[in-house]
């Protein structure tokens, strides 16, 4: 199988360990009645804008790869560089809005009341879930792979080391709106 | 063990209330507008402060805004 639908596999399995951890996390109540509004709440638009600046970010990295090929985007230093900078601005933008959350939590401020505190708090509960089963798929895959070569070229261990960080920190805001769904 | 649900009159106070909009009591409890809508929809049991709170800008006790109804099925 080919290092894009790995890839592709990889994320897929790791966002749907989050969706069902997320799930299991807690019962859904029953549905409100259709004339009730339901306003949404800062942290459900912070955390729809981060998956959204994530999503454009990731695309952008799997379009490099998709458009020159894995080998070549790794063997050119441009390339490989931009390809790094995309995936390390999701990490600088969800990294920064997290601790800015967190500090929102502890300050105790107006921006998050009791209950986006307790959800923002389960949250993370799907976080591991997805990255082990995003580690188990690459895991699987390399290994069945490379049997017979008995190594693994190093980009590999890249796209599995930045497939997990995605998974991990796009965890949260998916946690998290999650979370707003099962009231 | 008996299973306590507990309802509340947050509705009828706020129209008791001058008409008292959603957003208005979201703002003097320092909770969002969702958190009213699932409260007063009898989905969200708050924290003992927030239901202080709601009972303070209502003039009230807590007793007379929330009330524990136990069902022993």
């Known amino acids: ?3 894009v639908l790995w890839s592709v596999l990889a994320l897929a399995g790791g966002f749907g360990a ?7 996390a807690r019962p859904a109540g029953p549905p ?3 004339d009730v509004e339901m306003p949404s709440t800062p942290l459900q638009r912070i955390s729809r804008w981060g998956i959204g600046v994530s999503a454009v970010l990731a695309a952008a990295a799997a379009s490099l790869v998709l458009m020159n090929g894995a080998e070549a985007t790794f063997d050119t230093d441009g390339l490989r560089l931009t390809f790094t900078l995309l995936l390390v601005a999701i990490l600088v933008v969800m990294g920064g809005t997290t601790i800015w959350l967190r500090a929102q939590v502890n300050r105790g401020g107006g921006l ?3 209950r986006d505190r307790e959800i923002l708090g389960r949250a ?3 976080q591991v879930a997805g990255m082990l089963v995003t580690l188990a798929i690459w895991i699987v895959g390399l290994a069945e792979h490379f049997h017979d070569a008995g190594a693994v070229p190093v980009f590999y261990l890249y796209l599995v080391f930045w497939s997990v960080v995605v998974v991990d920190l796009v965890g949260l805001p998916v946690g998290v709106l999650l979370g707003y769904r099962r009231h | 063990m008996p299973k306590a649900e507990i309802s509340n009159r947050i509705r009828r106070l706020r129209f008791e209330h001058g008409e008292m909009t959603q957003q208005e009591l979201s703002e003097r409890a320092g909770c969002s507008r969702q958190t009213v809508v699932l409260l007063e929809q009898g989905r969200y049991v708050p924290s003992l402060s927030l239901a202080m709170k709601i009972a303070r800008i209502f003039g009230t006790d807590v007793e007379s805004v929330f009330e524990l109804a136990e069902d022993d099925g």
Request: proline content about 11%.
């Open chain 1, 1 to 3: 199988m080919s290092i």
């Open chain 1, 18 to 24: 989050l969706w069902f951890a997320a799930r299991m």
């Open chain 1, 32 to 34: 409100l009645p259709d």
């Open chain 1, 112 to 114: 998050l009341d009791e």
């Open chain 1, 124 to 126: 993370p509960a799907a």
